[in-house]
């Protein structure tokens, strides 16, 4: 029996997501002795725990690149970036929140404890440099947005929506191990600097067993982020969630997705990239096109929306295809202007909804920018922003992906996505149109929460910041890019 | 290689034996054992003292009418039975008897194997046994056996963690996961003295595991006629019943290994000890059966998840400071 | 030896498996994915992983199929409403031949010469080096695994936090 000498590791590499852990554990304890009235006690704790871990971010960020855990945890500032984007994130879901799930009669603690659980689970999975972790910070994250997704227990839609997301994810969660496995299997190691460096050293380029673990890695992440054809899951998931978390939904994990693709098919895989590149094309091409097209005949604005990011899911596959510093460094301008344009949308679709009135259609939108100009302008600006019109960050966001995939000499790839950007018109624009022009609903009022119109205000702030200003966010992508 | 399948053949049939043997007069013993608790006489008709009485209850099992019910799964109520009984059987492997001694010139194991996973493998194989049970309860058809087959489940489940995080303890202390080792370890104190706690915690769930009463509600006669085993008849009735008492063998000598020394004491050769240590966990289980009344199935719930957890939890946490203070570390 | 033993437990595991996927029966099923535990346990032993195998059959095979087995029979599902087989028309054409392609792609490794990858980090000399394979694997779980073995129990708490929630019939 030799003993086993444990080094102590470095645990400042995973302060943030460490912060972010303890404090769900304090705010368990604490939920038990806050009474029933003063729920919303959690809100402030959730948010002062998020701030914490910010904080964390922070402090960590001068350090550079260090890796802890033998080599299966880093912190870059490619991973700090997109920890600060979840932080952003969560906060602006707690304050949208906290209205909405009062309303809907789940004002438990647990919702808050679930959300910074995912959280944490996605700053795992963007620090995660080892496949073992990449896949436990995979599967935290989804299994808490399963739970969120279902959070309604009582609201039969989100049953559904829970149980579909669900059965299908955990399905492509087998297929990327299933993907793992083969590629441990070939380079002998979990560790994705390894693994490139074995390929390097070793041409497995057209060994079938390579072959078939790039092609089950790229549906299963695929899934992940609801990418044609894996995204049947999608517009159920986001319709029947409660509102506030399909907003959470469509920012948090699909950007933690798309680290996690960057990280993995450009660090460990790009001895493969003559493979998986012309999938990732299709899987971006036919995205933008069903997306968008299918995105026109929708009724309800969280369905429209759920096809709606499936395009825009088609479209950050440009910066990932592209592979190049400014592919990269678009991906996260991308996912940072998708987040302020996408959580102020679904947080103008939580104004609408009161007791009684689901405020999810677009129809419910008739007249609103009429009777809330200020706030039908906020809505407005997201409309343009996911567009990709100027002067907005959604602009900037695709105008720098189609750029990098210009450099990149993917001239069809671009062709088709600023074409699909102008089918994209026409639907935003059906609820604008709806908003200006349609008659008003008589007797329609918003839920009056300051939080929410802060948020939505805020949001349109950053939207227009973004798209005005982009030079300090650019500069700030370019730096943190992923360094290889 | 011929001898040693010929040792192996002959140290299974032996010990296969030897605890059939001891199984039959075991359930004697526990009628007589609670005829004399509740001042009666117990059975005493058969042979002197009732010493027949086995081979009687042996006989008449096996000229029972063999009843499948009509409703019933065919395949899986005929398989439940044996599925309840070999596990059962292939535990008693690690049980070590005793140890190496020389027969006929050679060195010969009282025991058919000393696996690095000993008590891992006990547990593999002993959770395997409620697979019986439950189908058992389900095959049947019948509403008495499929509510004995989900409690036992879920009993044997929730005691199973418990049962467990006890023996982590002993294992702390071994050094080692297998049998013979755990014995060696123990040659200067048995793990009674310094693991108490764990012994208590391991014996209550140990019984829990085994429907025994106080936990015997899967088989509760008051509420479930005979629980998953209602609908079984002949020998099948049998092979429940011989798993029931091949187990609690298993599990005495479980703790035999664990907690009491083994094989090891002075004067008498070890096997004996092994024996005598044996029977006396059998004879306190008897005694917990004619002492302690069946508990109701939330008490169950709650005796299992919030107390029995928690402390051996509470017990590994202990058990390295117990080892400073014995010196181990 | 060991081949033959693997080509056995390998075919008893094919076996077993194609049991699961077509039985009408979840009981049967269930029981069939006990017999794939067992069976993928006994490879383990071949190949020298004793704690895998017992680890395995302990946690797969005796906690998680009886949790199975337990929903199963309190859902007490009936053979005749399990399938509703001419609807499904359209997707058993598509699994066929979904699955013949995978068939395909796996004959193609095979012919390809399988395995040319490198050499796992824990052959069982190293593990001996260690004193055995419960060693082993305690020795990598607490040093290099330390961090995912841990997020394990967190991802634990989440889920079972998660199931409370869903599933507790009054919440405070």
Request: neutral net charge.
């Amino acid at each position: 029996m030799t003993p086993i000498h444990i080094a102590y590791p470095n645990i400042f590499v995973i302060l943030p997501e460490l912060i972010l852990m303890c404090w769900v554990f304090f705010m368990m304890m604490a939920d038990l002795f806050i009474s029933k009235e003063k729920k919303e006690v959690n809100a402030l704790l959730a948010i002062i725990g998020i701030l914490l871990s910010a904080a964390a971010v922070f402090v960590v960020m001068p350090s550079g690149h260090i890796t802890s855990f033998n080599d299966s945890m880093v912190s870059d500032s490619f991973a700090l970036f997109f920890k600060l984007l979840f932080c952003i994130a969560a906060v602006l879901t707690i304050l949208i929140s906290r209205k909405y799930i009062a309303i809907e009669g789940m004002n438990w603690g647990e919702y808050y404890t679930l959300l910074l659980f995912a959280v944490s689970g996605m700053m795992v999975l963007v620090s995660a440099t080892d496949l073992v972790t990449i896949y436990l910070g995979m599967e935290f994250m989804a299994l808490t947005v399963y739970v969120l997704t279902g959070y309604l227990r009582h609201d039969t839609r989100s049953n559904e929506a829970a149980l579909k997301y669900f059965l299908l994810g955990a399905f492509s969660s087998a297929i990327i191990l299933y993907g793992m496995v083969l590629l441990y299997g070939v380079t002998g190691s979990t560790n994705i600097y390894k693994v490139a460096s074995f390929l390097a050293a070793n041409d497995n380029f057209s060994n079938p067993v390579m072959i078939a673990s790039v092609i089950l890695l790229v549906a299963g992440f695929a899934f992940k982020v609801a990418a044609v054809p894996f995204h049947m899951w999608a517009p159920d998931a986001y319709e029947g969630a409660p509102t506030s978390i399909t907003a959470f939904m469509a920012v948090g994990p699909k950007a933690a997705s798309f680290a996690v693709i960057l990280r993995i098919f450009l660090v460990a895989l790009p001895a493969m990239k003559s493979h998986w590149v012309p999938i990732f094309w299709g899987i971006s091409a036919i995205s933008m096109l069903l997306g968008n097209i299918v995105a026109v005949a929708q009724t309800n604005i969280k369905r429209m929306l759920a096809y709606s990011s499936i395009g825009h899911a088609g479209f950050i596959f440009m910066g990932v295809i592209s592979g190049t510093k400014i592919g990269i460094a678009s991906v996260m301008l991308y996912m940072l202007a998708y987040l302020f344009m996408s959580i102020g949308a679904f947080a103008v679709i939580i104004l609408l909804r009161k007791t009684g009135v689901r405020g999810d259609e677009i129809k419910d939108f008739s007249g609103f920018a009429r009777k809330h100009p200020s706030l039908g302008l906020c809505m407005l600006i997201f409309l343009v922003s996911l567009i990709g019109l100027p002067p907005t960050a959604g602009f900037i966001g695709k105008m720098y992906l189609l750029a990098a995939a210009v450099e990149a000499e993917y001239y069809y790839l671009a062709a088709i996505g600023v074409l699909m950007s102008v089918v994209s018109l026409f639907y935003y624009m059906q609820v604008a149109k709806t908003m200006y022009i349609d008659e008003e609903i008589p007797g329609q009022q918003l839920v009056s929460s300051n939080a929410l119109t802060l948020v939505v205000y805020f949001c349109a702030a950053a939207t227009l910041l973004i798209g005005m200003f982009p030079n300090r966010f650019i500069t700030s992508a370019l730096a943190s890019v992923l360094t290889m | 290689m011929t001898e040693f399948v010929t040792i192996m053949i002959v140290k299974m049939v032996v010990i296969f034996a030897a605890v059939m043997g001891t199984m039959t007069y075991i359930t004697l013993a526990e009628r007589k054992i609670l005829g004399y608790m509740q001042i009666r006489p117990g059975p005493n008709r058969v042979g002197p003292w009732g010493l027949l009485q086995p081979i009687a209850d042996g006989i008449k099992l096996f000229l029972k009418e063999d009843i499948i019910p009509d409703k019933a799964s065919k395949a899986v109520f005929v398989i439940a039975p044996a599925m309840a009984l070999i596990p059962a059987v292939m535990t008693i492997a690690v049980v070590p008897f005793g140890p190496t001694v020389t027969i006929l010139g050679r060195p010969v194991d009282i025991y058919m194997a000393d696996l690095n996973i000993g008590i891992l493998y006990i547990f593999a194989v002993s959770s395997i046994g409620v697979y019986g049970i439950v189908l058992a309860g389900w095959a049947s058809e019948s509403k008495y056996s499929l509510l004995g087959g989900l409690r036992a489940s879920a009993q044997m489940i929730s005691y199973e963690l418990s049962m467990g995080f006890a023996i982590v303890g002993v294992i702390m202390m071994s050094q080692s996961l297998s049998m013979v080792k755990i014995i060696e370890a123990q040659q200067g104190v048995w793990f009674i003295v310094p693991q108490l706690f764990g012994f208590i915690i391991y014996i209550t769930a140990a019984m829990a595991e085994l429907n025994r009463t106080p936990f015997d509600l899967p088989e509760g006669e008051s509420e479930l006629v005979a629980g998953y085993f209602t609908e079984y008849s002949s020998m099948k009735y049998a092979m429940f019943m011989l798993a029931e008492y091949i187990n609690i063998i298993t599990v005495s000598g479980i703790v035999t290994t664990l907690y009491l020394g083994g094989w090891s004491g002075p004067v008498l050769p070890p096997l004996l000890w092994f024996v005598i240590k044996l029977l006396a966990v059998v004879f306190f289980m008897i005694w917990v059966r004619a002492t302690v009344p069946r508990l109701r199935y939330d008490q169950l719930m709650t005796l299992g998840w919030k107390v029995l957890l928690p402390a051996s939890i509470v017990n590994i946490l202990l058990t390295p400071i117990i080892m400073k203070i014995f010196g181990y570390l | 030896m060991e081949l033959i033993l693997f080509y056995i437990f390998g075919g008893i595991a094919i076996i077993a498996s194609l049991g699961l996927v077509t039985g009408k029966n979840p009981v049967h099923s269930a029981l069939f994915m006990v017999v794939v535990f067992f069976v993928v346990a006994a490879l383990f032993v071949l190949l020298g992983a004793e704690f895998l195998a017992a680890a395995q059959i302990l946690v797969y095979a005796g906690a998680i199929m009886v949790l199975f087995l337990f929903v199963i029979m309190l859902l007490r599902l009936q053979k005749e409403e399990l399938r509703n087989t001419s609807r499904h028309a359209f997707q058993k054409f598509f699994g066929i031949v979904l699955s013949l392609v995978f068939a395909f792609q796996v004959i193609m490794i095979f012919r390809g010469g399988f395995f040319k990858g490198a050499k796992g980090n824990f052959p069982p000399d190293a593990v001996k080096g260690f004193g055995g394979n419960t060693e082993a694997v305690a020795a990598v779980l607490f040093t290099d695994y330390l961090f995912p073995f841990e997020l394990t129990s967190a991802i634990l708490l989440m889920a079972m936090v998660g199931a409370v929630v869903l599933t507790k019939k009054e919440l405070k």
